[in-house]
């Protein structure tokens, strides 16, 4: 019986083996299938998540050149540049191009990723870049740009462009382009170019699985980067056949996604996430077989474990059977004889069993060596793990939702030089680095997690390291149950973003900065003042401008114009206090804030020691400047509570102020707003003038003194509809910098008439038109003259161009070779308004003219009796010189006299005519203005 009973134990543990073999091949079989789900489904996530944070990666990489690009537009200098509208033949000349050069430099100092920092000028054809021996093609046109059409179809915003090929160097470039806005016209554009082999650097070092790959696709489904391959954006995925070219579609069309795929014979997941800056999107790709590896090693680890506990029952039952051996010979052992075949048998089955022992030992070996050899692979991934964690400067973290233990890689000393022990509470090692408003940070979204709400952690926190330094850390995990299921675990990886705020931050830095100054730029005034206005509080807007200061950068240079305007910025700072908050407006212009004060005597206080700032001189380089500064102050909400108003009639004020003498300051005042008024009603006038053909000539007799006729007219502009005096809206018109297109339309209608008249058969005379100094500008007018007198087939020696000594003054050199040049052609030189100004007799012994115009203050001055001496030695002075001598503004028989006794040649006036209408200039042809004299013996 008790024999029975032993073997009855040996059958039961033969059938739970059986049993043990069933049940473990079904759980393994449904874990590998459930585990493959998990993987696949990880995978996945984890594919999309990559393609997410790449996408999110790259818009951030746009919009900070984006960002500079609008920055561009806030500075004066750049968009002044575009306004300002130069022939590109001429910028060479253009003093304010070498400061755009320089200020295009300073822009791409700022980041090493700039390839080119430029502005392009829309009706000029003509782009300026951060260098001076960058020239454009002579064909180059703004329209055939590929960055215009996507400005323009992207409704005039901030565009980020697709790769192109640069003008200058062929290289592969993205551009970020801001317009620049005239009255909500394109007039030029700001950008800022990448060269795609940044983005190629950034991608390369981006990993994705064993062997994944990531593709980069522009709005139009051109390839920009796939990882291994050469940058050629030239292929289009959408034109790819079957299931590539729908991938590319979708792409373009969601905005993220996963698919699967089948590639080359080869199964692939593939994860995309739009772009949704400029519609790029990215897709991150990575095989099944990554994924099978990982189901394939559980199966392997699966098959020892089943094996290893295979071996160990099939050793307990033997020892079991072994025992129950023993025990049976020592009940036989009386009986020797009797049982001696029994004993025989016995022996016979312990040594089979013992053979089994030996070849179970050998199979047990087998499997640890194999087991080996698993470790042995596991510790290479280990270490080609690490490798990737310590080259990304990031570190693994892990929490036990059970406990809330805290466990950091060894990575995090590396980061923040603080080590950890292997696991501790996590709020205890929050508090070691988190401040208080970050921990809370943390631990609400742990909380959220551990509640089911969110299916990640994503947050960011600032903390510190060993040495006291602020760090930007990023930590970014997700649940992942543990095979026993007795543990559920956050995994997660921890970057230090330190370097990508700093870039934040000095982006923000310059958006609201000047970089020149380090004082707020016109964007933090705007900001500030308008937070003011919604308090309801009182102040004032002080606009300084510094005068003169055009003149510094002229004869010093501009970096000495900088370097003033650094040395004012530094004096104006030690005027700072609670109610002050001072800015750089543009240029040389600085405006200023006195916030919650209603006090005019307080604020003038504020002015006067501003103004006191400028009664010593400045040193720069050794040479002391003298300048000085107009002020105009405005107070809310008084004069207004609108912060475009308020500027408005700073500026006002200010020009006022520089209008009466400059270095003073001036407030605000109602009259100021109709000069104003007035002065834009002028400026429209003009302007619809020009486009509508709203200007006309009259033309005022040259007189010869002796003989009464007339040898010449000189051409005046007036306004068809419009009353307006010349010496009204001709500074008006040259203060708005369209001098130079109202001087060709003169040049043009003055030619014409003459051909007119000499098709009339009219003896040809000459005639004067003026000249203004700002037309020296007008780089072309030369050969625009030689043309239209081509054209009309017009002598030039009828031509008679007539200058003011001011234009002299200003422009000594370039003024004298310009006469030189007309002389050469035979034009006439007259010099106009003489003995105003500065006017000075040595000049006539070197300037290239033909004629003086004695101006009319000259000849009510000196033709008194007590001064007539004074007017004769002029006279005859100008004829020593061979010049011949015109009196303007004789309107009295009393002044013809002396002067015709002095030896005057030409007589201009109202004497003999007012300026004349063309139709009544040719009844006065050949009139002779001296009959009526002559018969009245008034001669």
């Known amino acids: 019986m008790k024999f029975t009973n032993k073997k009855n134990i040996i059958k039961y543990l033969n059938i739970a083996i059986i049993i043990f073999i069933f049940i473990f091949l079904f759980l393994g079989i449904f874990f590998n299938i459930k585990m493959r789900k998990n993987l696949e489904s990880n995978v996945t996530k984890s594919l999309k998540k990559d393609s997410q944070i790449i996408a999110k990666e790259i818009t951030g990489y746009f919009i900070r050149y984006g960002e500079i690009a609008n920055q561009m537009l806030t500075n004066e200098d750049l968009t002044y540049y575009i306004k300002e509208n130069k022939p590109k033949s001429t910028k060479m000349q253009n003093p304010n191009y070498k400061k755009v050069v320089n200020t295009l430099k300073r822009i791409k100092s700022t980041d090493k990723d700039i390839f080119w920092s430029w502005l392009a000028i829309y009706s000029g054809n003509d782009l300026v870049n951060n260098e001076y021996s960058s020239e454009m093609p002579n064909n180059y046109t703004v329209k055939n740009r590929p960055w215009y059409t996507q400005v323009v179809e992207n409704n005039g915003k901030t565009t980020y ?203 047990l070996r087998a499997q640890y060596d194999e087991i080996q050899s698993y470790t042995e692979i596991i510790q290479d991934l280990k270490q080609k793990y690490e490798i990737a964690i310590e080259s990304t400067n990031s570190a693994i973290w892990e ?56 299916e990640e952690i994503y947050t960011q926190a600032q903390v510190l390291d060993k040495e006291g330094n602020f760090k930007w850390l990023l930590f970014h995990g997700r649940g992942i149950n543990t095979s026993s299921k007795k543990s559920k675990l956050i995994n997660g990886i921890l970057l230090d973003i330190t370097k990508l705020k700093e870039q934040e931050k000095h982006i923000k830095y310059l958006a609201y900065n000047d970089i020149l100054t380090g004082l707020p730029n016109r964007r933090s005034f705007m900001e500030r003042i308008a937070v003011e206005l919604t308090k309801h509080k009182f102040g004032a807007v002080m606009m300084l401008d510094i005068d003169n200061f055009k003149g510094i950068n002229d004869t010093l240079g501009h970096t000495a114009g900088d370097i003033l305007l650094k040395k004012v910025t530094k004096e104006l700072i030690k005027l700072k206090d609670e109610n002050l908050f001072i800015s750089r407006f543009g240029g040389d212009e600085f405006i200023i804030l006195v916030s919650g004060e209603n006090d005019i005597l307080k604020i003038e206080k504020y002015a006067k020691k501003i103004v006191n700032i400028f009664k010593h001189n400045f040193v720069i380089d050794n040479d002391k400047v003298y300048v000085s500064c107009s002020i105009g102050i405005t107070l809310y909400p008084t004069h207004s509570n609108t912060v475009n108003q308020l500027i408005m009639n700073a500026d006002m004020a200010m020009y006022k102020v520089k209008e009466s003498g400059k270095n003073n300051y001036t407030f605000f005042n109602e009259e100021m707003t109709n000069k104003l008024k007035e002065k834009t009603r002028i400026q429209n006038i003009l302007r619809d003038s020009l486009k509508k053909d709203g200007f006309k000539l009259v033309y005022q007799p040259q007189v010869d003194t002796y003989t009464g006729k007339i040898v010449g007219f000189e051409a005046l502009l007036r306004l068809k509809k419009h009353s307006l005096s010349p010496a009204i809206f ?24 003459i051909a007119i ?183």
């Open 757 to 939: 008249w000499k098709k009339k058969g009219f003896d040809v005379k000459p005639v004067a038109i003026n000249f203004s100094a700002i037309q020296l500008n007008d780089k072309n007018y030369l050969l625009f003259l030689q043309n239209v007198l081509k054209e009309n087939m017009v002598e030039p020696s009828y031509i008679d161009i007539e200058i003011t000594e001011s234009i002299f003054l200003e422009k000594k050199e370039e003024t004298i070779e310009f006469l030189n040049q007309l002389r050469a052609l035979g034009i006439k030189i007259s010099l106009d308004d003489f003995g105003t100004g500065y006017s000075s007799l040595s000049y006539l012994t070197f300037l290239p003219v033909d004629k003086i115009k004695l101006d009319k203050s000259l000849s009510d001055k000196f033709l008194q009796k007590d001064n007539i001496a004074v007017m004769d030695s002029i006279v005859s002075l100008a004829h020593s010189l061979n010049l011949e001598v015109v009196a303007e503004g004789v309107e009295y028989i009393e002044q013809y006299k002396p002067l015709k006794a002095a030896g005057c040649n030409y007589i201009q006036g109202f004497l003999f005519s007012k300026p004349l209408e063309v139709d009544e200039a040719e009844k006065m042809y050949y009139h002779n203005f001296l009959e009526k004299y002559a018969e009245s013996e008034e001669l």
């Open 730 to 753: 001709i500074p008006l018109a040259e203060e708005m910098g369209i001098i130079p297109e109202i001087g060709r339309w003169v040049t043009k209608q003055a030619i014409q008439q």
């Open 161 to 363: 462009t697709t790769p192109y090929k640069d003008t200058l160097t062929g290289e592969w470039v993205i551009s970020a382009v801001a317009p620049v806005l005239d009255k909500n016209n394109i007039i030029g554009f700001a950008g800022i170019d990448v060269n795609i082999k940044q983005i190629k650097t950034y991608l390369d070092s981006y990993p994705i699985g064993n062997s994944g790959n990531i593709v980069l696709i522009s709005n139009n489904g051109t390839i920009i980067y796939e990882k291994g391959q050469e940058l050629s954006p030239t292929t289009n995925l959408t034109k790819e056949k079957g299931i590539i070219g729908e991938i590319g579609n979708k792409m373009l069309i969601e905005k993220t996604g996963v698919q699967e795929l089948t590639y080359k014979n080869e199964e692939k997941y593939f994860a995309y996430s739009s772009i949704e800056i400029n519609g790029w999107s990215v897709g991150t790709i990575i095989s099944k077989e990554d994924t099978k590896s990982q189901v394939n090693l559980f199966n392997m680890m699966s098959i020892i474990i089943f094996g290893a506990s295979t071996v160990i029952l099939i050793i307990l039952a033997s020892i079991i059977k072994l025992n129950n051996n023993y025990n049976e010979l020592d009940e036989l052992y009386g009986n020797l004889s009797e049982k001696e075949k029994e004993l025989e048998s016995s022996n016979h089955e312990i040594s089979a069993t013992y053979q089994q022992l030996l070849t179970s030992e050998e199979e």
């Open 399 to 454: 929490i036990d939702l059970e406990d809330e233990m805290m466990f950091f890689s060894n990575e995090i000393e590396c980061i923040l030089g603080i080590s950890f022990n292997s696991k501790e509470k996590i709020d205890k090692v929050l508090d070691r680095i988190f401040s208080i408003e970050d921990k809370e940070n943390f631990m609400r979204e742990f909380t959220q997690y551990k509640r089911g709400e969110i």
